[in-house]
């Protein structure tokens, strides 16, 4: 119940800075609206949608898209088969109006509870002066692998990258990794994105932070999943977030935890003016 409140309060809080609504898709004349999305986006990754890489949103975005296309296919065949006039849709379509009404009241209520809070500007500034190292954003490398079973096999591999360098090592790592990696990402040319520090199994972290970018491991890195052969593309070196980036954030942060103390507190006078009991 604590955790509630706090997801529906920030999902209102957010969504309430979003102005005007896109058009996304269109479905059989039924649109999706970009207002529609950024609420579902929002519920799904629990507030945190904003924090998320840009590359991770766009896919989660598109995901979610497809995902509400999808719905809507499927509803108006439902709506073709007849489903909708049955009884038992009725029945349940009754149930869940009236969940929907309970739900809805409790996300009012708690909205209402919420427009009470304040946080001084002051509180804002001593939270991210006091807590530095909850803005650094790790140092990052954009890492690719080759992933084989045998050491000889990844030896192989990396015998044939020497006297490379520059554009063709890194057209030639893609093209073996298509051809001859195990691993999921094969397809993508042993793509893993930005790894941040002491994301992956420590060989693999140790291995690839000690590298150097625009260059292949000298030597294949054995963990649990088998040999990698590693490319070090490009790194991000590690940064503290500026005030002014964070500071939305952390003014929500502080906000939830006052409201959560709030609720806490209205909850339990609520309780005990209650007539509440328990079936065994």
């Known amino acids: 119940m604590k955790q509630k409140f706090m997801f529906l309060a920030l999902g209102v809080l957010v969504s309430a800075t979003w102005v005007g609504a896109a058009i996304v898709a269109t479905v059989n004349g039924s649109e999706i609206t970009s207002d529609e999305v950024n609420r579902v ?38 709506v073709k088969t007849g489903i909708l006039d049955s009884k038992e849709h009725r ?22 509870q919420f427009k009470t809070i304040q946080v001084d500007a ?4 001593d939270y991210y002066d006091k807590n530095a190292d909850e803005f650094v954003d790790k140092e990052k ?29 890194k057209s030639e790592f893609i093209s073996l990794a298509k051809s001859k990696s195990t691993g999921p990402s094969a397809a993508k040319g042993g793509e893993l994105g930005y790894v941040a520090r002491d994301q992956m199994v420590k060989p693999f972290n140790d291995a690839l932070f000690a590298m150097k970018v ?67």
Do not use: C
Request: zero cysteines; aromatic letters at 8%; charged letters at 35%.
């Open 41 to 78: 986006l929002m519920e799904g990754t629990q507030g945190r949608f904003d924090s998320l890489e840009s590359s991770k949103q766009n896919e989660l975005r598109q995901r979610i898209i497809e995902g509400m296309v999808t719905q809507k296919l499927i509803y108006d065949d439902a």
């Open 141 to 169: 490398i954009h890492a690719r692998h080759i992933l084989v079973k045998s050491k000889d096999d990844a030896e192989d591999i990396i015998r044939g990258f020497r006297g490379l360098g520059g554009d063709k090592l």
């Open 214 to 280: 625009g260059t292949v491991s000298v030597e294949p890195v054995q963990t649990q999943f088998g040999y990698h052969v590693i490319y070090a593309e490009e790194k991000k070196p590690a940064r503290k977030a500026s005030f002014d980036e964070v500071k939305n954030f952390v003014e929500n942060k502080l906000k939830m935890e006052k409201f959560k103390a709030v609720m806490e507190k209205k909850m339990a006078v609520l309780k005990s003016k209650a007539k509440i009991t328990y079936s065994k």
């Open 91 to 112: 029945i349940e379509f009754q149930k869940l109006v009236e969940r929907m009404k309970i739900q809805l009241a409790a996300k009012e209520w708690e909205m209402q």
């Open 122 to 125: 002051r509180e804002v500034r």
